[in-house]
C-alpha cells in the first residue's frame, strides 16, 4: 500500500503561482512513476502532467504545458506541481497518482494503483 498526500492547493488570482506537493509513505516511493491529474466541477478527470520513477521523464498535457513543471524528490518521498501563470481554466480539484507497475501509460487515469484525496486550487479572474 502506499498512501498519497497533496496540500499546496488554495485560492490565487489569474497569473498567480501555486506549488502542490504530494507526500508519500508506505513503500519505496522511488519505484513509483507519478502523476498529477485533475477533476472540475461536472467534468471527468484529465491528466495533468506525470513523471518517472527516476525522474527522468516527464509529460504535460498540452493545456498545461510551459506553465506547469513536475518534479520529484525521492529522498523526500514527494512529488511536487509547479503551477505559474494560472488560468481560471485551471480550477480543479488536483489529485496525485501512483504507479508501480511494469506498464505504465502516463496520461491514463486506470494506469495509477493508489490515489490521494485531493486537493483544491482555485483561479480567480
Known amino acids: 500500500q502506499v498512501q498519497l498526500l497533496e496540500s499546496g492547493g488554495g485560492l490565487v488570482q489569474s497569473g498567480g503561482s501555486l506549488r502542490l506537493s504530494c507526500a508519500a509513505s508506505?513503500?519505496?516511493?522511488?519505484?513509483?512513476?507519478m502523476g498529477w491529474f485533475r477533476q472540475a466541477p461536472g467534468k471527468e478527470r484529465e491528466f495533468v502532467a506525470a513523471?518517472?520513477?527516476?525522474?527522468?521523464?516527464?509529460y504535460y498535457a498540452d493545456s498545461v504545458k510551459g506553465r506547469f513543471t513536475i518534479s520529484r524528490d525521492n529522498a523526500k518521498n514527494t512529488v511536487y506541481l509547479q503551477m505559474n501563470s494560472l488560468k481560471p481554466e485551471d480550477t480543479a480539484v488536483y489529485y496525485c497518482?501512483?504507479?508501480?507497475?511494469?506498464?505504465?501509460?502516463?496520461?491514463?487515469?486506470?494506469?495509477?494503483?493508489?490515489w490521494g484525496q485531493g486537493t483544491q486550487v482555485t483561479v480567480s479572474s
Open positions: 497518482a501512483a504507479d508501480g507497475g511494469s506498464s505504465w501509460f502516463p496520461t491514463t487515469p486506470s494506469t495509477y494503483e493508489y
Open positions: 508506505g513503500r519505496t516511493f522511488s519505484n513509483y512513476a
Open positions: 513523471i518517472s520513477w527516476s525522474g527522468g521523464s516527464t
